[in-house]
């Protein structure tokens, strides 16, 4: 198989393997009405869920998710040994759904 047809291939086959992202990010607003609908936990209580995993870290960075249906709350923390550390709550229980230490460089 020629150089080029191979590439075309490899390109057309990758495009159809990774797809597109299946998260919708949550924002302020919308957050806020499903925490007093009872539908998630405010997002403090689920900071301290994060933070009872790894006492004395700060947390670096929070968002909200929709995954296929479910609310996942996602934090990026911090460690007094400057470890960053993955994290993933569901955010209508609070129940840990991640917890690993961040790999990207």
Do not use: C
């Not at 075309?8 to 925490?35: K, M, Q, R």
């Not at 996942?72 to 129940?95: F, M």
């Amino acid at each position: 198989m020629k150089p080029i047809a191979s590439l075309i291939i490899a390109a057309t086959l990758s495009a159809f393997t990774v797809g597109p992202a299946l998260a919708d990010d949550i924002g302020y607003t919308e957050t806020a009405d499903l925490v007093s609908k009872g539908t998630i936990k405010d997002p403090r209580e689920l900071d301290k869920v994060a933070l009872e995993l790894h006492p004395g870290a700060k947390i670096v960075d929070t968002e909200l998710e929709n995954e296929y249906g479910k609310y996942v709350y996602k934090l990026e923390l911090r460690d007094s040994d400057n470890v960053e550390w993955d994290v993933a709550i569901d955010a209508a229980n609070g129940a840990v759904l991640e917890n690993r230490q961040d790999d990207d460089d």
